[in-house]
């Protein structure tokens, strides 16, 4: 099971840290993705921290502001947003896979967390 958490509102040029955590697998043998899915838009993807390496890969819309690790000790992986703009409002989830590499599609995704939201907003 994934539970995303630490959504919320923001002004613009703002930061958030959003946490994904993992019960009943340990996450470092995954692949995990960040989506988001704005309203009236498809689910987009964000980022992803491969594995087994670890490396990181973003959206276009994203490069630059936003980053993801993880804490094995924690059984998290993390995605840090900076520079916070109105179009990054959307409702954000998490997704892991086994296997390795780096995913951008849905498809490619077996688990799924619950979204949180994030609004960016003067």
């Known amino acids: 099971q994934l539970q995303a958490s630490g959504g919320g509102s923001v002004q613009p040029g703002e930061s958030l840290r959003l946490s994904c955590a993992a019960s009943g697998f340990t996450l470092d043998y995954f692949a995990i993705g960040w989506f988001r899915q704005a309203p009236g838009k498809e689910r987009e993807w964000v980022s992803c921290i491969s594995s087994p390496d670890g490396r990181t890969y973003y959206a276009d819309a994203v490069k630059g502001r936003f980053s993801s690790s993880r804490d094995n000790t924690k059984n998290t992986v993390y995605l840090h947003m900076n520079s916070l703009k109105p179009d990054d409002t959307a409702v954000y989830f998490c997704?892991?896979?086994?296997?390795?590499?780096?995913?951008?599609?849905?498809?490619?995704?077996?688990?799924w967390g619950q979204g949180t939201q994030v609004t960016v907003s003067s």
């Open positions: 997704a892991a896979t086994a296997g390795l590499g780096h995913f951008t599609r849905r498809n490619d995704y077996d688990y």
